[in-house]
């Protein structure tokens, strides 16, 4: 296994962290994913964008398995992650998600303090050994998240006092603090003023140091401006992948031609 | 287009006119929600007088039987009828029975009536019937707890009885005793002269709050204590049984039970559950407990497990409600950080819907704690005459009664004395609910939802 990704490395200098490999997804009888196939690179910003309701949140979902919680929903196809088929029988979801995190649409901090909120991850995952170690997290994921110099003074106060700017950057930094490998955003920046998405998006640039994140967004410029790969989706079928700079400017299906220029949508 | 075309036509625009004058629909509007509010105010009112009436009928009613006639008299426990052996053997004290105490009481009559210097035609039998039949009792228990005061003059406050208590009360009157056997009313001629003399006084009578249920023939001697006991072990039983099994029903069906439906059915089975009459608990807790199972009847166990039966659903239907009703999101986002379902439930969703679930749990207690018809299928009108201290130690095995219960049954008992006794009862009972339920506002308002 670890031979195999070191073969990769020696190959391609980008990494492929998430491979997936003709998914279908099914909401009972409704085929919302189609035959996609996507390779998501490590420490590299990907962007999801495509027409409501084709699929992009329902793809992005399967990435962590939070599709289980959805009853009627099922997955078809495998997605690899470092090689590993995350829905195989023996994965356990849970370590899955402390693999991948999540951050969602809608700001949704826990109701407690700010401090739990982001000690609540490293906590379940034993991810430190003490007080101090902990204290530490908060402080680093904070840092990370762009909010530690507007919370500092009150982590105890609860996080669902904060401005709904402040809960997005709360939220991320609560992701960031179990470590994940790769950050799933859906449309991060929905909720939020052209301040905090400024912030959101400085804060994106910065965590592809070290992970690999894949963001969806509504926003033709967000993408343009965070990505370095674009995946176009419609009517639940992956229509282009490439590199941003490439899609934007070059699009080779008419399709994404007349999404990224306003004409479906 | 066609709109314009329309009023053009018309020659009118749809809301031409001036805005001080009311328009036609505006002024019908209006005088709709005036009328609607009107019959809103009248549907309060009504139920305001209803509410007003009911309050004052029960306190006026009941509000008797928390005061109590009691006479003084001293008492010489006289060695000659106690104890003439003279021994101070407690067996034998014991062998006196209450017959060999009446006595005392006559006699204590006539030291006092010389003592305030006061004729009377009654004979000493006719005076000492103007005590409660306990009084004899009371006396020896006295002795028997006391032997060393055998020889002394002991002052004892005697229950009247339940005539004479009425009498002082204004329920009984002498037109009301004309054909009564009980009481006469040279006896009730007496009882003014000894209300003159300050041997007899209505006083607050705590017994009633604290003691045990009394016989048909001793009103003035019947508490709701012990039934309160009785409700308390009930109230136990179902809190321990309910509450964990209810919570986790709910949590199971609720956040981890497949949508399938096997589980449809179980859904549609609580909510019907909840509409079941309670009577048909009560049967059913009659057909299982005792006679299958053979629990004792009459004990707060079995009461206490048929009441859970008939709250199982209350509870269950309001934790479901409150689980349902923390957002989705907060789920998504323990899960999100790698959270286990049971730990995003259990550290995230029940303590946001604990309020909801407290809540739900003490309204389901307080329906048990009025709830009357499955009691009385499983005996719970055990009546058991020791007080506070000894009816605590009988515990959950033993015949006991319950509140409501014990109300029934006095209202079912001929005399008016019992009756009385029965507004009482429903006042404490009340109190109770009243009280569970400011509980239930209070612990809302206090963990108001915070997301
Ligand atoms: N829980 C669900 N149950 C049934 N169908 C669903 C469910 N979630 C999504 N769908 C369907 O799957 C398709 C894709 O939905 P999805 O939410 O992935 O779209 P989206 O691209 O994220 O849209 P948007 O940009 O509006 O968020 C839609 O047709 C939607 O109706
Ligand atoms: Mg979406």
Redesign the pocket.
Known sequence: MNDMTLLERDVDTKNIKIAANNVQVY?GD?H?IKDVNVQIEDKTVTAFI?P???????FLRCLNRMNDT?D?CRVEGDILLDGEDIYDPKVDPVQLRAKVGMVFQKPNPFPKSIYDNIAYGPRIHGLARNKAELDDIVEKSLRRGAIWDEVKDRLDAPGTGLSGGQQQRLCIARAVATEPEVLLMDEPCSALDPIATAQVEELIDELRQNYSVVI?T?SMQQAARVSQKTAF?HLGNLVEFGETGHIFTNPEDPRTESYITGRIG | MTETSQSTENGRKPHGGSLMTLSKRTARRNAAEKRFQIYGIAAIAVGLLMLIILVSTIVSRGVGAYSQTFVTLQVELLESKLDKSGTRDLEKIKKVSTFGYAPLIKNAFSVKLEELGIQSELSAKEQAAILSKSAPAQLRDYVIANPDKIGETIEFRFLANGRVDGYMKGRVSRESIANDKSINAEQLDFVDILVVNDVIEKTFNLDFITGADASDQRPEAAGMGVSMIGSLFMMLVVLALALPIGVAASIYLEEFAPQNWLTDVIEVNISNLAAVPSIVFGILGLAVFINYMHLPTSAPLVGGLVLTLMTLPTIIISTRASLKSVPPSIRDAALGVGASKMQAVFHHVLPLAAPGILTGTIIGLAQALGETAPLLLIGMVGFIASNAPDSLASGLMSPNSAMPAQIYEWAKRADPAFYERAWGGIIILLVFLITMNTVAVILRRRFERRW
Request: net charge positive.
């Open positions: 909401y409704t919302a495509g409501s309701g084709c699929g992009k949140s329902t959805i009627i969806v509504h989706f």
